[in-house]
């Protein structure tokens, strides 16, 4: 089982406001007083991502140019401290950075601290934030423990403090997670959030608001601006401060229901002609800035997915189903080679599982397989996911997914789990070849966590195509329930170093599991 630590709990507390007893690398000098003004302030808190064996990627933004300062320590003394000269931190970045640690021990916890130095006076720094993480282990017996969910801020509902802001983030954190997988939907750059909403019961919900929430984005500055409001929220900041992130991204990053080529023609609330290819690369860009992530960091035209390694027992394949899809359209077409993935993509991951030597082979989507996801056009069925509703042999995007199926089950590629959310609402879906149309393909189970903080919308229609049988679901029969009135979830998967079982337990925003199910190791399908 994962390493449980007080000292990381413990460390929270100060995560925020670090005290002023800390004392500075004598490289910058003696110890300055930190309340005094005009020195860099990092108010929006700290991550760490991409964290490995041996490495990891520590993130913060300042108020003002600054040069970035990491230091690590085993303990929360930061006694005798390792120190790492990072980035300058300047408008072009929009005074975000990440510096990488490496060489880090594998399997314990790290205790890290972020200064801020003004560029000009390195004496003049900033009150030292704090946070902490846990690198992988090359150990098998010490287990691995990570949270997946999706879909924060959606369909106008904020930050509401009366109810705790971003709640779920504080039961999330109390389970002490290794890491945190967000798939997809981490801002709703096409959303506005006003300061109430109307309730059912005549009540409203209030939102904490700001200037970049109360339009849609279209600018760099736009996109920036939503990644910045969700950081307001106190609980989203302590468990940042906490916990690790994997980030995919899925549409509402730009648009709902995007793709590549899409142009938008009625000029409301957009401008009309608006290619959302350019929109895409904005927010590419923000997304890069305000997310720890290795494969994109400083490189707008990085890509997404990756394979995240987490010692022998697991590898989390993170998709980007968004970038290199076809159009929505009525997905009834009987070839596609381009499909939801993309063909290079598509390689890579087959390519990858084939590799992959770790127990646990986890296919992070950002989108579900067997559900369907409509996104009519003018009173037309088009489609957004892999499914379209016809139950027979795959159409469409679901020849790609068949053709990556019959690729794990010829290859004897063993552990293979299916995480994602998008659909606002919780479930567990088993696919069967003996309950499907296309069956050259093992057994394999899919997991539906979300929405963080958004709108919960009735369970979607199954698609017969791969077999699903929906054993679990808790989802409202009303559309667009706010986080007030519950249904919001995240899922756990834990893995026994032992023993090598895989359990998955899907939970409410307030931390009660819901669901169970223990996967065995070293099956092709089960």
Not at 74 to 92: C, H, I, K, M, V
């Amino acid at each position: 089982m994962s390493l449980s630590s007080p000292d990381r709990r413990s460390v929270l507390r100060g995560s925020l406001a670090a005290s002023a007893a800390l004392t500075l690398p004598t490289a910058l000098g003696a110890a300055p007083a930190f309340a005094l003004s005009g020195r860099p302030r990092a108010g929006w808190g700290v991550q760490a991502g991409d964290v490995t064996a041996d490495s990891g990627l520590v993130w913060v933004r300042s108020d003002r140019p600054a040069r970035m300062i990491v230091e690590t320590s085993a303990t929360e003394s930061f006694r005798n401290p390792r120190r790492w000269r990072g980035p300058l931190l300047g408008a072009d970045s929009d005074f975000t950075g990440t510096t990488r640690l490496h060489g880090l021990p594998s399997g314990e916890q790290i205790h890290y601290r972020v200064l801020l130095a003004d560029p000009d006076d390195p004496r003049r720094t900033g009150e030292p934030i704090t946070g902490t993480f846990r690198t992988a282990s090359a150990r098998r017996r010490q287990g691995v423990k990570f949270l997946w969910s999706g879909d924060l801020a959606g369909q106008g509902w904020g930050i509401n403090e009366s109810i705790g802001g971003y709640r779920i983030f504080d039961a999330m954190a109390k389970l002490d997670p290794d890491f945190f997988l967000c798939s997809g939907d981490n801002i709703y750059a096409d959303g506005v959030i006003t300061a109430t909403q109307a309730l059912p019961d005549g009540s409203l919900y209030r939102n904490v608001t700001s200037e970049a929430k109360s339009h849609v984005a279209v600018t760099l500055d736009d996109f920036r601006g939503n990644f910045r409001y969700n950081l307001l929220d106190e609980a989203l900041r302590r468990f940042n401060a906490q916990v690790p992130n994997v980030i995919q991204w899925d549409d509402h990053e730009v648009r709902n229901n995007w793709y590549p080529g899409e142009v938008i023609g009625t000029g409301t609330p957009y401008p009309a002609g608006t290619r959302l290819d350019d929109m895409a690369v904005r927010s590419r860009r923000a997304f890069s800035e305000y997310f720890p992530i290795s494969t994109i960091s400083g490189r707008p035209d990085g890509r997404i997915y990756r394979v995240h390694h987490h010692g022998p027992l697991l590898d989390v394949f993170v998709l980007d189903m968004r970038t290199y899809r076809n159009a929505n359209s009525p997905d009834d077409q009987t070839t596609d080679p381009q499909g939801i993935l993309g063909a290079e993509q598509l390689e890579w991951l087959k390519r990858e599982l084939s590799r992959s030597r770790a127990v646990w082979k986890v296919i992070a989507a950002d989108m579900p397989i067997g559900l369907v996801v409509p996104d009519p056009v003018e009173g037309k069925a088009h489609f957004e996911a892999v499914a379209q509703g016809d139950p027979g042999a795959p159409l469409g995007r679901e020849l790609q997914i068949a053709e990556l199926l019959r690729y794990i089950k010829h290859r004897k590629i063993t552990g293979t789990v299916w995480l994602t959310a998008d659909v606002h609402h919780t479930s567990a879906q088993h696919y069967d070849p003996s309950r499907a149309a296309f069956n050259d393909f093992a057994p394999f189970w899919e997991f539906v966590s979300g929405p963080l903080n958004a709108g919960a919308f009735p369970a979607s229609a199954l698609d017969g195509t791969f077999g699903p049988d929906r054993v679990f679901v808790k989802a409202p029969t009303a559309s667009n329930v706010s986080p007030a009135e519950g249904y919001q979830f995240f899922g756990e998967v834990d893995i026994d170093g032992h023993s090598g079982e895989l359990t998955v337990r899907l939970r409410e925003y307030d931390g009660t599991v819901l669901f169970t199910r223990t996967l065995q190791p070293g099956r092709v399908g089960q």
